[in-house]
T-cell receptor
Framework: GAVVSQHPSRVICKSGTSVKIECRSL??????MFWYRQFPKQSLMLMAT?????????EQGVEKDKFLINHASLTLSTLTVTSAHPEDSSFYIC????????????FGDGTRLSIL | QKEVEQNSGPLSVPEGAIASLNCTYS??????FFWYRQYSGKSPELIMS????GDKEDGRFTAQLNKASQYVSLLIRDSQPSDSATYLC???????????FGKGTRLHILP
């Protein structure tokens, strides 16, 4: 089945640090990737839709200058949390869909970000 | 009406019984429907996808879709303690070409 690799799985860093998270589709091409955030015991919250070769589409309330998304190829999207603060601590999950938009999303294993 | 609605639970089911999870959606034109399972601290994993009315079976899992009633369900037969998780319903909304997730139903299988 389709595999999505997300790296790193866990990050612990000091406040003010910028953190980059990578999301790769390993065995399929993904023109669209999604970035979610999930706080403990809460539901998935879509942050942004990442489109290969164009600007990401951010959901309402998500700061595009804080959460930088780059989707430079059909298999790689990155999310950079700039100048992270403790309130940015969360579980960040990416997903990707094959070029056929009606196929299910396949999720990466997630990145647990802890800002001290 | 919320776009994708699920009862948050927890739903408690005895081991060996059938667990029934329900989901309703608002966009009548939706064509693609998915069920995901998420264990605590892990990312969601796809269990089933269903695209046409009726039942679709895969092992112990059966997805049921009724587009007229805008209703999709997941049945888990012979429930096992390892089935205890949060189950997310996802619908590809036709009107804005987005996949919307429900908030999930927490399922607890009682040993």
């Amino acid at each position: 089945g389709a595999v999505v690799s997300q790296h790193p799985s866990r990050v612990i860093c000091k406040s003010g640090t910028s953190v980059k998270i990578e999301c790769r589709s390993l065995d399929f091409q993904a023109t669209t990737m999604f970035w979610y955030r999930q706080f403990p015991k809460q539901s998935l919250m879509l942050m942004a839709t990442s489109n290969e070769g164009s600007k990401a589409t951010y959901e309402q309330g998500v700061e595009k200058d804080k959460f930088l998304i780059n989707h430079a190829s059909l298999t790689l999207s990155t999310l950079t949390v700039t100048s992270a603060h403790p309130e940015d601590s969360s579980f960040y999950i990416c997903s990707a869909i094959p070029t056929d938009n009606y196929q299910p999303q396949h999720f990466g294993d997630g990145t647990r970000l802890s800002i001290l | 009406q919320k776009e994708v609605e699920q009862n948050s639970g927890p739903l408690s089911v005895p081991e060996g019984a059938i667990a029934s999870l329900n989901c309703t959606y608002s966009d009548r034109g939706s064509q693609s429907f998915f069920w995901y399972r998420q264990y605590s601290g892990k990312s969601p994993e796809l269990i089933m996808s269903i695209y046409s009315n009726g039942d679709k079976e895969d092992g112990r899992f059966t997805a049921q879709l009724n587009k007229a009633s805008q209703y999709v369900s997941l049945l888990i037969r012979d429930s096992q303690p390892s089935d205890s998780a949060t189950y997310l319903c996802a619908v590809h909304m036709n009107r804005d070409d987005k996949i919307i997730f429900g908030k999930g139903t927490r399922l607890h299988i009682l040993p």
